[in-house]
């Protein structure tokens, strides 16, 4: 899925995109360190892959919106995404 959205020529990013943030069957577990926590797939792309959600810190040098998505793409995106529960966030 990231290497479809990181490819310039593939149209469909916004719409792969919001099939994952609706995709909350089944939970991943995100290990980081010696931690993990259980995540939906869309918390995963919009908070660690997409950086897209304002509401949350960004690790130093990164850049919000690398993958070219438009203003009206990202405005779909977070609106999806803020309307789905969390498995993480409280």
Do not use: H
């Not at 020529?9 to 360190?33: R, W």
């Not at 949350?56 to 070219?68: A, G, M, S, T, Y």
């Not at 999806?80 to 969390?86: G, H």
């Amino acid at each position: 899925m990231i290497t479809l959205i990181r490819k310039k020529d593939f149209d469909k990013k916004s719409e792969l995109i919001l099939k994952a943030i609706n995709d909350t069957e089944y939970p991943i577990e995100y290990a980081s360190g010696c931690t993990g926590r259980p995540m939906y797939i869309g918390e995963y792309l919009v908070d660690y892959v997409l950086f897209l959600d304002e509401n949350n810190p960004l690790p130093k040098d990164v850049i919000r919106n690398q993958f070219n998505l438009s203003k009206e793409d990202v405005d779909n995106i977070i609106s999806e995404f803020r309307e789905k529960p969390s498995l993480w966030k409280k």
